[in-house]
């Protein structure tokens, strides 16, 4: 193979290659390269039409992805480890992390809701609960905090870790989602947040201005870090803004982030709305269901989150989102946006 298409090669090489539309080549042999070599030297010699060699014939066979397994919890989380394990290890390849989503807004809880994220096993309908969200009070922004449940066993309380946090800006167009950690450009008053390392930036989500909705569904654009080669995420904990994705995507610098989008939903004469397909995982319309998807290929669901009745949500994700990262942009969604809607 000559250097200029081994160059060619490289350049197509993508990180995420489930994201991309697949390549085939057809296996060469040393006599077609020297003839093809020899053909691009006589440019103005004849080509006369020769018979063709059956015998010769390759056939390619073209196989549709098979459907991804869905990801079973066996057990209740019974430490701490697998419990970090399970919220910050991105889902693995061709398998489908299901879950649901409840939310609960009584009383006390009306303007500032909890959200507890259940594994959801759907041949079984058993479901068990991981995560909960709470929005903070009395903050000038919406602010999501996230801990992890597990249970040693029966005879002792669960127990909570603090895993991370979702926080917009004013308008709640722009979120970002951090581990539990010390933030590098503030200064920690209390010892327990000194002695914390710095936080660990997990991706950002931007939804596109659209003043009354005039301008249709909404839009978003999620941010992440790609992962390295042998599939794992890499921690980047910036400790000033440049160094941010924000600030990184914003400066034209997106060459090394994963930059993925909402599928846009299609307009449907017979119920005059606007329809996305989820494959009987989302019932309800509402605003807040999406579809998550790469650019290279629409037909790879990374994420997708939707209303199956009042307050209880489905929500599914695939590599190379984790479990954190894919909780944390649902929360984004439930939050009202006085420049989005």
């Not at 991981?130 to 000038?140: D, H």
């Not at 190379?320 to 929360?331: D, K």
């Amino acid at each position: 193979m000559t250097l200029q298409q081994q160059q060619q090669r490289n350049i197509h090489r993508v990180v995420h290659p489930q994201l991309s539309a697949e390549s085939f080549e057809l296996p060469r042999d040393d006599n077609v390269e020297q003839e093809e070599q020899d053909e691009t030297s006589n440019t103005d010699m004849a080509i006369v039409p020769t018979d063709m060699d059956l015998s010769s014939q390759q056939t390619v066979r073209v196989t549709r992805p098979e459907p991804p397994t869905d990801f079973v919890l066996q057990r209740p989380l019974t430490t701490e480890k697998e419990l970090l394990d399970l919220a910050f290890r991105p889902a693995a390849l061709n398998t489908r992390v299901t879950c649901r989503i409840h939310r609960c807004r009584d009383g006390l809880d009306k303007l500032y809701p909890q959200y507890h994220l259940f594994i959801e096993h759907l041949a079984t309908g058993e479901i068990q609960h991981v995560m909960t969200a709470r929005k903070k009070r009395k903050s000038n922004t919406s602010y999501y905090t996230i801990t992890g449940i597990y249970r040693e066993n029966t005879s002792v309380p669960e127990g909570y870790v603090e895993l991370g946090k979702v926080r917009s800006n004013f308008l709640g167009t722009t979120f970002v989602i951090y581990s539990h950690g010390k933030n590098p450009v503030k200064r920690e008053m209390t010892t327990k947040k000194k002695d914390l390392p710095i936080r660990e930036e997990l991706g950002a989500v931007l939804y596109d201005p659209n003043i009354l909705g005039f301008k249709g569904p909404r839009k978003m654009t999620i941010l992440m870090h790609t992962l390295t080669r042998d599939g794992k995420r890499p921690e980047y904990r910036p400790v000033k803004e440049s160094e941010m994705l924000l600030s990184k995507y914003r400066d034209g610098g997106a060459r090394d982030l994963l930059v993925l989008h909402n599928k846009s939903p299609q307009w449907n004469e017979e119920t005059q709305s606007f329809v996305l397909n989820f494959n009987g995982r989302v019932t309800q319309a509402s605003v807040k269901n999406f579809q998550i998807v790469h650019d290279n290929d629409l037909d790879y669901i990374v994420m997708q989150f939707g209303r199956v009745e009042r307050d209880s949500f489905t929500m599914d994700y695939k590599y190379p989102m984790c479990l954190l990262q894919a909780f944390s942009i649902a929360l984004t969604s439930f939050d009202a946006k006085l420049a989005c809607e």
